[in-house]
């Protein structure tokens, strides 16, 4: 008796107190773990959100800048702003969060002065620094859901598509499924892992690729494009130092074993992006002053999203920049003018094997290029 007295109240003189436990505290609405790659005047964050509440099957996350930050692009999320606020709205596969689950995205942002993590964010409205209101949240004497320890997606990444970010490189030479190559001679041209740009993550690709062809340098990945059976959708982002030159320049090669063993070739000419086939010198577009004003150049300094389709089966090329279709780089088997009547001079049916990121100069033009997120798949990844 006296000792289930004392478990329930305390004899302080003449009053009685009496011990209760502490009120039980619900979840926050979620945990953000920011992870911010700056330099002098812009930054990305990498941004995992992880639900505390109920599952969801869409979420939005908000938050609000204390400086000048404004956004100009992401990616595993629709990111928009008004004045200092930002908000992040789930894509089709990563809007369902069960309680405790995680899921990444990220953005890129300009930026002067003082460059803070933002000090609040709210989930679907709820403040992720506050109690969760949501009635189906678990009891207090529920276990607490454990944190999710599975790899985050990666950057845009479709379901059964090949993906690299890059982030699983240990040093800073290229290992595992990619191996830095020189075709035929090897020069001034250099390629490393490099952790302080990255498009997401903290991880991308740098080549310094110099003038003249003797200074080229590639990665070789002989996995990727393996995946995608005879229609290879291919997506990356790349950020380059140099406006493409006049000559014709290579950043990305693939073996063609129907060709010769020769390479399908994607790069520039004339201060445009175009393919080019090595084993006839075809080019797409056509190098005349109409083909050339149908591509379109590559912006320097910023992350460009490069996506293009080549089909095995029939030859077609379909070819993206930033989400846009470039009307000079589309190959559909019909004659067009300016486009790709050199294309179709001969039957092509391409049998693509390797995929190698880099720079080849064939007379003028050095660039620096980061390369980042790569996803090759049988249907088009996009940018998101």
């Known amino acids: 008796m006296l000792r289930r007295l004392a478990a329930a109240a305390l004899l302080v003189g003449a009053g009685l107190v009496v011990l209760q436990a502490p009120p039980a505290t619900a979840a926050p609405a979620c945990t953000v773990d920011w992870t911010a790659n700056q330099w002098a005047t812009g930054f990305t964050a990498d941004v995992q959100v992880t639900n505390g509440g109920a599952p969801v099957t ?6 609000t800048f204390g400086g000048d930050q404004r956004v100009t692009n992401g990616w595993n999320a629709t990111v928009t702003q008004t004045g200092n ?12 969060l069960a309680t405790g689950a995680s899921t990444r995205f990220g953005f890129q942002a300009t930026f002067s002065g ?3 993590k933002p000090a ?5 409205g709820v403040s992720c620094s506050g109690a969760n209101p949501s009635p189906s949240s678990p009891s207090p004497s529920s276990p607490s859901p454990s944190p999710s320890t599975s790899t985050p997606p990666q950057e845009g990444c479709v379901p059964a598509a090949s993906c690299d970010s890059f982030e699983t490189q240990t040093g800073t030479t290229p290992g595992g499924n990619w191996a830095v190559n020189y075709p035929d001679c090897s020069g001034t041209g250099t390629a490393a892992i490099d952790r302080t740009v990255a498009h997401s993550g903290a991880t ?13 340098v590639f990665v070789r990945n002989t996995q990727l494009l393996g995946t995608a059976g005879s229609v290879w959708y291919v997506r990356y982002w790349v950020r380059h130092t140099t406006a ?36 006839d010198d075809a080019t797409l577009p056509e190098q005349s002053p109409a083909g050339v004003a149908l591509s379109a150049p590559l912006p320097v300094n910023v992350w460009n999203c490069v996506e293009y389709k080549v089909d095995g089966r029939d030859g077609t090329i379909e070819t993206w920049l930033n989400g846009t279709s470039v009307p000079g780089l589309v190959e559909d088997g019909v004659p067009t003018h300016d486009i790709d009547s050199q294309w179709l001079n001969r039957t092509w049916r391409p049998a693509l094997t390797d995929l190698r990121l880099g720079w080849e100069s064939y007379g003028e033009g050095a660039d ?6 790569v996803a090759v798949s049988a249907v088009r990844n996009g940018c998101q």
Request: proline share 1%.
């Open 85 to 96: 606020v930002v908000t992040a709205a789930s894509v089709g596969w990563n809007g369902a």
């Open 114 to 116: 003082t460059n803070a």
């Open 244 to 279: 493409l030159p006049a000559s014709h320049v290579t950043a990305v090669a693939m073996r063609d074993a129907n060709d010769g063993n020769r390479d399908l070739r994607f790069g520039g000419q004339n201060g445009a992006l175009q393919f080019n086939r090595a084993s």
């Open 368 to 373: 620096t290029l980061w390369y980042d997120d």
């Open 120 to 124: 609040d964010f709210t989930f679907n």
């Open 58 to 63: 869409s979420w939005t996350l908000s938050w």
């Open 204 to 216: 991308s690709l740098r080549v310094n690729g110099a003038a003249g062809y003797c200074n080229h």
